[in-house]
DNA sequence: TACGATTATATGTCTAGACATATAAGTCAA
DNA sequence: TTGACTTATATGTCTAGACATATAATCGTA
């Protein structure tokens, strides 16, 4: 099931912190929503004020919650600055934007892994795998069709998981904690299947993300996801200074 | 010249997280480079450690220094975090990968903003913009081409600097500070004029990063960078939980 | 009713301590 | 020289306070 991600003996102000970002990444606290006030952080958790200061700061600091004074911490909507880096889950993107999620599995393989997919997830031995072709929509328009890679031997309840209904980033953000991943973002042209699947011209632009995903230098996941370039786009906001 | 971003009376620990800043993003404080330890900030600034650890926190949070228990907190190496979103200048951006860089004046405008330029920079009334039309390159092959309108009303010095052998990021990085920036990332293919500067087949695919900066709600710039979609990457790695 | 002054309150910053913990560096023996 | 053990030290976390400050809410007045 769902696992903290911080390892053995997570400090308390990361507890708190990790409680709370659940919480909102969950949607139990919706965007707007006011989460309690520092001294009542303090009573539930029966810590010094500067330690859920802390942790509160972390969080306004990652813009995903606002602080106003008198008023309260409140979940800011939708990260700008999460939008390209930080989102794992495009079902929770686009719910996000307000829009109707529309998931649709194409494919999925259970293999022992080819020399192909142990170059991409970057192991030199691997058992088996899984590979997974998928579509995600936003109302009801294509809005990323979805290449992945799993590592069974990370990760060796996904080969029974039923990714028919559930998409494979949701399944793993919620089974499997990372440490860290990282994403190459590129840019092609659509091909004949790729231009079927997202449903624009051949030749059209495609915006590429790479994504793979470690837990402790032990490869969990690699994925390709394909935008329409011209109709989507990924935007980071963030501070300067 | 050179300001102090935070406006009217930035609190000590700001002071210090800046102070810092500006020396790592100088070069000043190349990367490895240790800084000063945290008694000794102490010292500096006379204040609780409490403070200097808020301000050095910030910035390990930011990935801008590593903390390493009894060794130190140490300048990072331009951080591939950076790579996608707070890249600024794409000079530091080639020699940090360890390329020659190359600059080359395209075109340069001095004009009243147009309606075109007004909608561009987000603005309702502009008086006069500065277009500016350039191409970098790393080891002599084009890395991207980059088009920019600067507001003069917010940056007056900009019609009188020398661009022909400045690149105007690097030029504004050193000039005006910004406080926040927005990026958005979508993919195009070429047109004739984009094929010719990056010297590639029109039609091939094109990452465009559109990057709108601003100080305090006043629009600075915004400019348009393309890079041939399959031979560069953006890569942006980080960590999770 | 609308507006201006006052007040209460949640966050923002800071202090002077404390103990925990990882680890670089030094020490010593095999 | 190498490996195991010890020690010193910088950072990591936390406390129990303090005062500052922005502002939502209230109250009073025109």
Redesign the pocket.
């Known amino acids: 099931m769902s696992l903290v991600t911080d390892a053995d003996?997570p400090?308390?102000?990361?507890r708190i912190r990790a409680d709370i970002e659940k919480r909102i990444l969950t949607g139990e606290w919706p965007p707007g929503h006011r989460i309690p006030?520092?001294?009542e952080l303090v009573a539930r958790y029966?810590?010094?004020?500067?330690?859920v200061?802390?942790a509160?700061?972390e969080l306004?600091q990652a813009d995903l919650i606002e602080?106003?004074?008198?008023?309260?911490?409140f979940v800011r909507r939708p990260q700008h600055q999460s939008a390209v880096l930080k989102i794992a889950d495009i079902r929770a993107e686009i719910t996000a934007l307000g829009r109707s999620y529309g998931y649709e599995l194409i494919g999925r393989k259970l293999r022992a892994a080819t020399a192909a997919d142990r170059d991409r997830l970057g192991v030199k031995k691997a058992g088996k795998v899984v590979a997974i072709t998928c579509r995600h929509s936003a109302d009801k328009v294509p809005f990323a069709v979805e290449d992945r890679l799993i590592d069974l031997s990370s990760v060796p309840d996904a080969a029974t998981a039923d990714f028919s209904r559930e998409p494979p980033g949701s399944w793993l953000l919620h089974h499997v904690p990372w440490t860290e991943a990282e994403h190459t973002i590129s840019a092609i042209v659509a091909d004949d299947r790729t231009a079927e699947a997202l449903d624009i011209a051949v030749g059209a632009p495609c915006l590429v993300i790479d994504r793979y995903t470690w837990r402790s230098a032990r490869t969990i996941t690699a994925v390709r996801l394909l935008y329409p370039g011209d109709s989507h786009r990924l935007v980071a906001r963030f501070k300067g200074g």
Chains 1, 2 share one sequence.
């Open positions: 003996k400090t308390l102000y990361k006030f520092e001294h029966g810590c010094s004020r500067m330690t200061n802390k509160l700061s306004a602080r106003r004074r008198r008023a309260g911490s």
